[in-house]
């Protein structure tokens, strides 16, 4: 049986502003349903890091639905030709963190337009740097992690680069932000692979809600669910019990609440923590989505 106690997912959200519609906080024990943390609240990104570090119950394997990292593989750096491009994934979230420490509400434009770091990213207005593409990369989706070619393992998943930050299906926003939040977590909340899985106490890890929905019985084109009863539905493919209640949901409530019950069962799954792909290297550079193996 797996050592947490409880499950928390977090649905994430890189838009602008200090409160985001787009976060959820779910949370599940061992055999409850899972329910929402402050239904009805529309969150900051620093309620959640303080939720993490002061709320959230011992033992708990938590997911972030964001990129905790960028692709370094493919090129042996995150941005080749740029003397001050980080070795690895803590190196990256306190270079993300120095270059916006001016920013409010964890945003990272300081970043993105950084006259360096701005030549690899797509960002709204047409604008593409031109290191976006470089070779190897996919041609319409630009660079991916070794994590994402897993991600894509999955029949209807197409992941596209952080490095991409326009239209519906970009979380380069959400990764960037979210690496500011990693960095206030170092040396309170292990966050694997970046740090190895601990005997004790509880862990944050990538999640792609998708991979839960899949689980769920739902193709990748209808993963997102905005009613109760193709939540319930879900949930009990997953061998959950219901969430009272009928009607609309958020899709974002909803991701939240299917991958809550879905790290419980997965937490258990050895090869998930072991996936054949991530090597010591990948884990501390690029980081990994569990699930993906």
């Not at 006259?115 to 630009?142: K, N, Q």
């Not at 991600?151 to 490095?163: D, E, H, L």
């Not at 990764?175 to 106490?201: E, K």
Request: hydrophobic share 45%.
């Amino acid at each position: 049986m797996t050592r947490f106690r409880h499950f928390a997912a977090i649905d994430w959200s890189g838009a602008a502003g200090e409160r985001q519609r787009g976060i959820a906080v779910a949370l599940c024990k061992a055999a409850d349903a899972p329910v929402l943390v402050r239904p009805g609240h529309v969150w900051s990104r620093a309620e959640v890091l303080d939720w993490l570090l002061t709320d959230m119950p011992a033992d708990t394997l938590v997911g972030l639905d964001l990129g905790l990292s960028l692709p370094h593989a493919d090129c042996g750096a995150f941005f080749p030709g740029w003397p001050d491009s980080p070795p690895d994934a803590r190196a990256l979230w306190a270079l993300v963190e120095q270059l916006c420490s001016a920013d409010p509400h964890l945003g990272v434009g300081s970043f993105v337009d950084h006259p360096e770091a701005s030549r690899h990213f797509r960002r709204h207005g047409g604008r593409e740097g031109d290191l976006f593409h470089l070779p190897g990369s996919d041609h319409r989706r630009g660079r991916l992690r070794m994590t994402e070619g897993a991600q894509a393992t999955f029949p209807g998943c197409r992941p596209t680069s952080n490095f991409n930050l326009v239209g519906a299906a970009q979380v380069g926003k959400s990764s960037l932000t979210g690496m500011r939040l990693l960095h206030r977590l170092a040396g309170r909340l292990p966050v694997w692979p970046v740090d190895p899985l601990p005997p004790a106490g509880s862990v944050v890890v990538e999640i792609y809600t998708a991979i839960p929905a899949i689980e769920g019985g739902r193709s990748a084109g209808r993963a997102k669910m905005r009613d109760m009863a193709a939540l319930n539905d879900a949930l009990a493919v997953l061998g959950s019990l219901p969430v009272p209640g009928t009607g609309a949901i958020t899709d974002h409530a909803a991701d939240a609440l299917l991958a809550a019950v879905w790290l419980r069962l997965a937490a258990d799954r050895e090869t998930l923590w072991h996936p054949a792909a991530m090597t010591a290297e990948v884990a501390a550079t690029e980081g990994w989505t569990f699930g993906a193996a």
